[in-house]
C-alpha cells in the first residue's frame, strides 16, 4: 500500500482497535476514549468494514477478540509504542548526550570566552563533541542554514533577519604593545596612535569599521597586519613597533602571558554587544536549548565580571588606561 493510500485511511481506528482488545467492552473503551457508547460502537463498525473481518464477537456482557482482531492487536504494538514516544514530551538528559556540536566563532571567543564555559559543559555532558569553525561574515547565515552548524558566537555585521540571536554581553577594544615599544611607558595619545603601524586581529570585520567610525576625519592608519589568529601579530611585535588592537579581556589575558604593555584606546569608543545566533531550526531542540543556556549564563557572568574587573563601564565610551 503507497504512503498516500494510507493517509487517506483513518489510522485512528487502530488505537480504537487497541482498547477494545485491551477492555473487551464497547462501553468502557468509550470511556477511555471520552466517546459515547453508540459513537464507539459505530467506530467498531468502521473497524470491522476497514480490516473485513467481524474483529469480536460477544460473549454474555464481553466482547471475544477474533484471531485476526488479536494478530493486528499485536502487530499494532511496536509502531503505536513508537509513536506514543515520538508524540511525548522530551525529556532532554545531558548526561546521555553525544551530540557533536558544531560552533562557528572568532580567535578572541575561542581565547578569552569559549574555555570558560567548557568544563561546566563537560561536567554536565561528559560525551558530547565540539568542532569550531572559523567565523564567516560574510556567509555566516550560509553557515548556520546550509553549514549545519548549530552555533555562532560573534558581533554580526551583516543582516541575521531569519536568524534567532541572544546577546552575551558588551565587549570593549584596547591596544598591546611589546614592552620595548616607544609607547610601552608613557600614555599614548591619538597622534601616537596613528602615527606607529598596526595589526588587526579579527574579532569581526565589524569591529574594524567601528574604529575607524570613531577616527572619521583622521589620518587612517598603517596597518601592516590583519589576521585571524592572535600568535602572526605576536610574531612580529618585537620587531616593529607595532600596536595590536583587540578585545579588552583578550589584551589582559595575552599581556600577562607574553609579557606585553596594554594601552587603552586614546580616542572615544562605544563597547559592542557580542552575541550567539543560530538558526530557526534549532531553536525548540532539546540540546541545543541546553547548550545555548549554558553558554548564555557562563559567558554573559564571564564578560560582566571582566567588565567591573577592568573598570569597562558598559555605559561609557572611554577605555581605562
Not at 18 to 46: C, H, K, N, P, T
Request: with cysteine; proline share 7%; glycine share 4%.
Amino acid at each position: 500500500m503507497k504512503v498516500e493510500e494510507i493517509y487517506r485511511r483513518d489510522l485512528n481506528l487502530l488505537v480504537a482497535l487497541q482498547v477494545l482488545v485491551e477492555e473487551r467492552s464497547v462501553s468502557r473503551a468509550a470511556e477511555r476514549l471520552s466517546l459515547s457508547q453508540s459513537a464507539m460502537s459505530r467506530v467498531l463498525g468502521r473497524l470491522r468494514s476497514l480490516l473485513s473481518d467481524p474483529l469480536f464477537t460477544r460473549q454474555g456482557q464481553h466482547l471475544v477478540p477474533t484471531e485476526k482482531a488479536l494478530s493486528i492487536n499485536k502487530a499494532l504494538d511496536e509502531p503505536i509504542g513508537s509513536l506514543r514516544q515520538l508524540l511525548s514530551p522530551i525529556e532532554f538528559d545531558p548526561k546521555s548526550c553525544d551530540q557533536t556540536f558544531t560552533i562557528v566563532t572568532t580567535d578572541y571567543a575561542m581565547q578569552t570566552i569559549l574555555p570558560f564555559a567548557l568544563p561546566r559543559i563537560y561536567q554536565e555532558a561528559p560525551n558530547v563533541a565540539f568542532e569550531f569553525l572559523p567565523l564567516q561574515d560574510e556567509h555566516l547565515k550560509e553557515q548556520l542554514t546550509y553549514g549545519r552548524a548549530d552555533l555562532a558566537i560573534c558581533r554580526p555585521i551583516y543582516s541575521i533577519d531569519s536568524l534567532q540571536y541572544g546577546e552575551l554581553g558588551r565587549v570593549g577594544v584596547s591596544c598591546l604593545v611589546s614592552k620595548q615599544h616607544p609607547l610601552a611607558n608613557k600614555q599614548m595619545c591619538l597622534e601616537d596612535y596613528l602615527h606607529f603601524p598596526h595589526a588587526m586581529i579579527a574579532i569581526s570585520d565589524g569591529v574594524k569599521s567601528l574604529i575607524e567610525q570613531a577616527l572619521e576625519g583622521h589620518p587612517k592608519r598603517r596597518m601592516v597586519l590583519r589576521a585571524y589568529h592572535l600568535e602572526a601579530a605576536l610574531a612580529i611585535v618585537d620587531t616593529m613597533p607595532l600596536i595590536i588592537t583587540v578585545p579588552a579581556d583578550l589584551a589582559y589575558l595575552v599581556s600577562e602571558r607574553y609579557d606585553l604593555t596594554v594601552k587603552p584606546l586614546p580616542f572615544h569608543f562605544t563597547p559592542f554587544d557580542y552575541s550567539m545566533i543560530w538558526h530557526p531550526r534549532c531553536d525548540h531542540s532539546p540540546a541545543q536549548e541546553w547548550l545555548r543556556s549554558i553558554v548564555k549564563e557562563e559567558c554573559s557572568k564571564l564578560i560582566a565580571k571582566r567588565v567591573i574587573d577592568m573598570g569597562l563601564d558598559a555605559d561609557t565610551t572611554v577605555l581605562p588606561k
